[in-house]
């Protein structure tokens, strides 16, 4: 769905944001996008949606080529972005002019998803608080049935009943011909939902797998010493003891923690790298 070969962006010419970034992603997941601030993120999302267009490569979505933002594309992806207009729309009227540019759009998923966040669809857009807003342009997002839709932030401003409905709805929405990229550092918030993840640092992908993958290479797991762990790529202390993630060794997969996971990866990019890449001996 998503085929991003040998990319190059940068805001300025002597700052190159990416540099031959690579990226394939494939419908029928949930895919977390996670990253420091100013990893490039967001400025990746604006670039699959034809927001930004790439100085050199190739960015394809849908066989299309984002930066050429043809109509055929656009009904077919949704970006709801971290930082939400104030339209001078009532919920109704936003729903009657965008809805029909979006040929699968689901109107009872909508009203469903207006009547689960409790919204009023007589309220103008712009009197909304900005968890509100969330609401609804996740909402309407969800409701598109778009091939790819882009939540970036989306738990930003919710509180914490409105974050289980979004959970709930998201899985609902979730179908095996959609792409649905979540870019978050809430992953607490997501991590019951995501099955792939990609991990962007300093302008390039640095992890992109799923989390059965994940689980089968490497072992989440609460130590009383770090020492005592064999290759163990990142470690902290914890009530508990160690929170601690290193090789599995056991062939038992454990739940993954996409925190740990984020540190570790930051930590030890090149060894964790390796150990994806089938470069070190599981014997070692």
Known sequence: MIDIQQLEFGYTKQNKLFNHLNLNLTEGHICGLLGKNGAGKTTLLKLISGLQFP????????????KKREPALLQQLYFVPEQLQSLAYTIDRYHFLYAPFYPNFDEDNFKQNISSFKLDSHQTIRDLSHGQKKKFFISFGLA???????????????????????????????????????????VHDVENLIDTIVLV??????LNQ?????????????????????DCYYSEKTLNGYAVVCKNRSNVESAVNLELLFNAVI??????????????????
Not at 201 to 206: A, Q
């Open 55 to 66: 100085q050199s490569g190739e960015l394809k979505v849908l066989n299309y080529h984002s």
């Open 267 to 284: 930590a030890n990019k090149q060894s964790i790298q390796r150990l994806f890449c089938g470069e070190e001996n599981s014997d070692e």
């Open 210 to 230: 799923s989390l059965h993958h994940i689980a089968d290479k490497l072992q989440f797991t609460l130590a009383d010493n770090r020492e005592d762990i064999l």
């Open 201 to 206: 640092d300093e302008g390039e992908i640095i």
């Open 144 to 186: 598109t049935m778009t091939p790819l839709l882009i939540l970036d932030e989306p738990t930003n401003g919710l509180d914490i009943p409105s974050k289980a409905i979004f959970r709930t709805l998201l899985a609902k929405a979730a179908t095996d011909k959609r792409l649905i990229i979540v870019s978050t550092h809430q």
